[in-house]
Every structure is written in structure tokens, then in C-alpha cells.
């Protein structure tokens, strides 16, 4: 774990010192648009992602991409799960591809690439332009919304997975899921005191109970439309009860005690295209290997049964 400064990489873990303990979330450094007012401009086999099986954000642009028929106009590379003192790499794994592209070794000199004088933690999903050869966005809440509808002229699919009239329900469920549940299991496991760890673990709990009372009269989160609100949950309720109840220590519950929740986990999961991007390997073995921090032996845990999955 790591960033670059000037251009120059080092191995340094997230600083919660000064914070009272607190992991705080960088702002993405890239943030273009796709579109056909924009210098990007949505083309087949022009764009290139970057992604981490074991990422929840870099999860949201894989599911995406599948739903709005995307694969074959957007090629990714997969990075190997372990990420240590070089960050995310492109050396051989199962399930990685290697850099498709360039042939890096490291996720890092993807993010030099673009500027050798760069300061930026280099994170996961990247949205890469082939032709003018840099990062179009590295911020999964925007790739989505481009993935969404940008490339409808070169797709056909006007699925719709943000529609204008269910817009503002939408941001207003992304905005507390995103505090207190996607970000929240952060906040609890990358916490250095207790209070921080206990402030996080609280609302993240509190939070769930009230996705599970939606989901007792709903489907989904924003009625009975299946949206990016839900995309972006699940992709945070997949890793639960593998990681973030053990390894981020938010274990009030786990996903399985909450029956409604559960079975829209389940739901979503065996929809057509989702379950080929889920990698349970990935995502057990990036968290657990790669904070030495929180797990400083890199051991991986053998459970939980996910016999649910066959
Ligand atoms: N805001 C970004 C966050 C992406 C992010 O934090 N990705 C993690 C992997 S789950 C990462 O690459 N971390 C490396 C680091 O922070 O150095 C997004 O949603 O796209």
C-alpha cells in the first residue's frame, strides 16, 4: 500500500494520525467525461478498464459494463489481489490478466504514465483512454453514470439504471449507503482507536437495519426498480460475510441475519451476467494478504461456507 509524490512511488499506509484515529477517503484525482460533447468521446474499442477483482468500487463498473452490454466495445485488465509494498500489480495471478495494454509490472506507472511528476494514490477502477493514452476517470461513482447511458449510440441498450425520475430518490439513498455502508466498512476497519472504530461500527449497523426494513416492503432500494443504488450496495453485501464481519470487525451481524437483505443479496447474485464478476478468491485474499496492519501475518481465513454460491 502505497502512493506516488512527484512521480515518485512510496510504501506508506493510510495516515490517521492527527484525525483522532479516522479514516478519511481521498477525492479521485480524474474526472472526465464520456460523451459526445466531451474530448472522450463514447467509441468501440477505445477505452480500456483497470479493475480489481477484490475492489467493491472497481465491482460497481464490472457490473455495469455486463448490464449495459459494454464487454465487447470496453476490454479490462485485472490486477493480482495482492497489494503490498508496490501497490496493485500486474504480476501473474489466477483470475489477473496482467497489463493488456502496456505490459506494466505495476498499477503505478500506469498513473506515471500520464504525469511523471504525479502525486495520487493510485487506486482501482481506472477508465483508460487508448487514444490519447491517459486516464479518462478514476472515480467508479462517474464511470457508471458514462457506462449507464454515454455508450448507447455504440451499444443499442437504453436500459436504464439511473432514470430522471427516480434521480433524486437515487442520490438520496447513494448518499447515506455511501457514508454510513460502502465507505462505512472502511471507517470501522481501517480505524487506529477505539472510538472511531465504535462511531463507524454504530452507524454502519444502523444502517443496515434500515436497508433491511426497505427491503421488507420493496425489491430493491428505491422502490421496485432495479437501479445503481443497488449496484452499488451489493457490491459492498457480497464482501460482508467474507471479509468486512472478520477482517474490518463489523460483527454485530452478518449479512445472512438480515432475511430481506439477504435474499435481495441472493436475487441480485443470480442475475443474468452478475455472478461471472463476483471472485471470492480475490476478495478474500486482496483484503487478508494485503493489510499487514490489520492481519500482519496474510494469513486467509478458510471460511465461511459459501455453499449458498453453488
Ligand atoms: N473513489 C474511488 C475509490 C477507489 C478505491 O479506493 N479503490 C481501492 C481498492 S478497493 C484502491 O485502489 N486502493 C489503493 C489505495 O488507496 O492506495 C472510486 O470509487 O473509484
Known amino acids: 500500500m502505497g502512493l506516488l509524490v512527484e512521480g515518485r512511488w512510496h510504501d506508506t499506509w493510510y495516515d490517521t494520525k492527527g484525525n483522532e484515529g479516522k479514516f478519511k477517503r481521498q477525492a479521485s484525482l480524474f474526472r472526465n467525461e464520456v460523451s459526445s460533447n466531451s474530448e472522450f468521446t463514447p467509441d468501440s474499442g477505445r477505452y480500456h478498464l483497470y479493475v ?14 455486463e448490464l449495459k ?33 502496456y505490459q506494466h509490472q505495476y498499477m503505478y506507472q500506469l ?69 454510513d455502508i460502502n465507505n462505512g466498512v472502511y ?3 481501517f480505524a487506529t482507536e477505539q472510538n472511531a472504530y465504535e462511531e463507524a461500527v454504530t452507524q454502519l449497523f444502523a444502517a443496515l ?19 445503481e443504488a443497488d449496484i452499488r450496495l451489493f457490491t459492498t453485501l457480497i464482501r460482508f ?45 486482496h483484503y487478508y494478504y494485503s493489510h499487514t496492519m490489520i492481519n500482519p501475518t496474510g494469513v486467509v481465513p478458510v471460511g465461511p461456507s459459501l455453499s449458498l454460491w453453488e
Open 52 to 65: 480489481s477483482l477484490a475492489c467493491p468500487w472497481a465491482h460497481r463498473t464490472l457490473i455495469m459494463r
Open 69 to 101: 452490454g459494454l464487454a465487447p466495445h470496453i476490454s479490462v485488465s485485472v490486477v493480482n489481489p495482492k497489494m503490498r509494498e508496490h501497490g496493485w500489480t500486474f504480476l501473474p495471478y489466477p483470475g489477473a490478466t496482467g497489463d493488456m495494454l
Open 111 to 179: 498513473y506515471q504514465r500520464v504525469d511523471s511528476n504525479i502525486t495520487s494514490r493510485v487506486t482501482v477502477p481506472v477508465l483508460w483512454d487508448t487514444h490519447t493514452q491517459q486516464i479518462v476517470n478514476n472515480e467508479s461513482a462517474e464511470i457508471i453514470r458514462y457506462f449507464n447511458s454515454g455508450f448507447n449510440t455504440v451499444t443499442g441498450n437504453e436500459d436504464d439504471y439511473y432514470p430522471a425520475a427516480l434521480r433524486s430518490e437515487i442520490d438520496a439513498v447513494n448518499e447515506w449507503v455511501y457514508h
Open 187 to 189: 471507517k470501522a476497519g
Open 209 to 227: 437495519d434500515k436497508v433491511e426494513s426497505r427491503l421488507s416492503n420493496h425489491a430493491f432500494l428505491v422502490g421496485d426498480t432495479f437501479t
Open 241 to 285: 460475510d467474507p471479509v468486512y464481519h472478520g477482517h474490518f470487525k463489523c460483527n454485530l451481524k452478518q449479512i445472512k441475519d438480515y432475511p430481506a437483505t439477504y435474499d435481495y443479496m441472493k436475487r441480485i447474485f443470480r442475475m443474468p451476467g452478475i455472478a461471472e464478476t463476483v471472485n471470492f478468491d480475490h476478495i478474500k485474499t
